[in-house]
Nanobody
Framework: QVQLVESGGGLVQAGGSLRLSCAAS????????MAWFRQALGKQRELVAR???????IYADSVKGRFTITRDNAKNTLYLQMNSLKPEDTAVYYC???????????WGKGTQVTVSS
């Protein structure tokens, strides 16, 4: 049983937009917070954005003002709207709840985002 499925990645030109989706199991989505992470080639995984069940959000400084994280609790789905994309946004994007992040477990395959100049 697949518990996390990221989708929506692709190749986009700098300045373009992309919308990522994360379909999660009810168990994973029941956590207080869901988050998007990304891992660029040769780099460690980093937090992109986090959203609590209440809707409160936190963003990495590098994406603040450009990315928007949202969640649909009824559909157990997490979204990341990415605007004004830059080449440095190129990475594999993953979603997970905060507990799994802390435990470093239950990661999906992620979705590749490539931004060309």
């Amino acid at each position: 049983q697949v518990q996390l499925v990221e989708s929506g990645g692709g190749l986009v030109q700098a300045g373009g937009s992309l919308r990522l989706s994360c379909a999660a199991s009810g168990s994973i989505f029941s956590g207080n917070s869901m988050a998007w992470f990304r891992q660029a080639l040769g780099k460690q995984r980093e937090l992109v954005a986090r959203i609590a069940r209440s809707g409160s959000t936190i963003y990495a400084d590098s994406v603040k003002g450009r990315f928007t994280i949202t969640r649909d609790n009824a559909k157990n789905t997490l979204y990341l709207q990415m605007n004004s994309l830059k080449p440095e946004d190129t990475a594999v994007y993953y979603c997970n709840n905060w507990s799994n992040y802390v435990l470093n477990r239950n990661w999906g395959k992620g979705t590749q985002v490539t931004v060309s100049s």
